[in-house]
């Protein structure tokens, strides 16, 4: 139990272009959902939390405009990154936390890795 | 400013022997601390956390310690098998919070035969 899965694994997209990462809780209803992002050889940085219905809370310095955050229903969350430039190229991954469970454990996709060229 | 640090990017153990992972944190609001361990291409998995009310907390061969006066905490795996061969990170929350874990850079765990 407790799979979140995400979609695409791996996209290359042209500079300019926008791309969209959907992260989905296979098995579970998530309160809550995390987006990450992870450098080479840094760690995972928490960019967002969201939470159905409402509106996605950015990290300092995450630029809301530009990484946008829908979380339209409780196994759905989506994150669009607008107009990608070749330093957005990183490892972008989910986190989900079960409804109701009082740990908060949240449970991590596989992860998509964003090239732009 | 790195909050919560893994000084050592990796680590090479011989199979059977005690693997030992550090972690250092600075940031004394936090009370909650985990591991994950990841392999390539995978999100995280959760292996084992620890409470600030604790100072050690065992799950079969994973051992956490907690020093919270010198804010340092470390994964200890015995026996080290090769199916352990991953990315290990530590975490951190501040349970008061809003669930917001804060990682260090993970360490590449080797074992080898």
């Known amino acids: 139990g407790a799979v979140v899965s995400q979609h695409p694994s791996r996209v290359i997209c042209k500079s300019g272009t926008s791309v969209k990462i959907e992260c989905r809780s296979l098995?579970?209803?998530?309160?809550?959902m995390f987006w990450y992002r992870q450098f080479p050889k840094q760690s995972l940085m928490l960019m967002a939390t969201?939470?159905?219905?409402?509106?996605?809370?950015?990290e300092q310095g995450v630029e809301k405009d530009k990484f946008l955050i829908n979380h339209a229903s409780l196994t759905l969350s989506t994150l669009t990154v607008t107009s990608a430039h070749p330093e957005d190229s990183s490892f972008y991954i989910c986190?989900?936390?079960?409804?109701?469970?009082?740990?908060?454990?949240?449970?991590f996709g596989p992860g998509t890795r964003l090239t732009v060229l | 400013d790195q909050q919560v640090k893994q000084n050592s990017p990796s680590l090479s153990v011989q199979e059977g022997r005690i693997s030992i992972l550090n972690c250092d944190y600075t940031?004394?609001?936090?009370?909650?601390f985990l591991w994950y361990k990841k392999y390539p291409a995978e999100g995280p998995t959760f292996l084992i956390s620890?409470?600030?009310?604790?100072d050690k907390n065992e799950d079969g061969r994973f051992t956490v310690f907690l020093n919270k006066s010198a804010k340092h905490l470390s994964l200890h795996i015995v026996p080290s098998q090769p199916g352990d061969s991953a990315v290990y990170f530590c975490a951190a929350s501040a349970i008061q919070g809003a669930q917001k874990l804060v990682f260090g850079q993970g360490t590449r765990l080797t074992i080898n035969p």
């Open positions: 986190s989900a936390t079960i409804a109701g469970d009082s740990y908060n454990e949240q449970f």
């Open positions: 940031n004394s609001m936090f009370d909650y």
């Open positions: 969201s939470n159905e219905g409402s509106k996605a809370t950015y």
């Open positions: 620890i409470s600030s009310i604790k």
């Open positions: 098995d579970f209803q998530a309160t809550t």
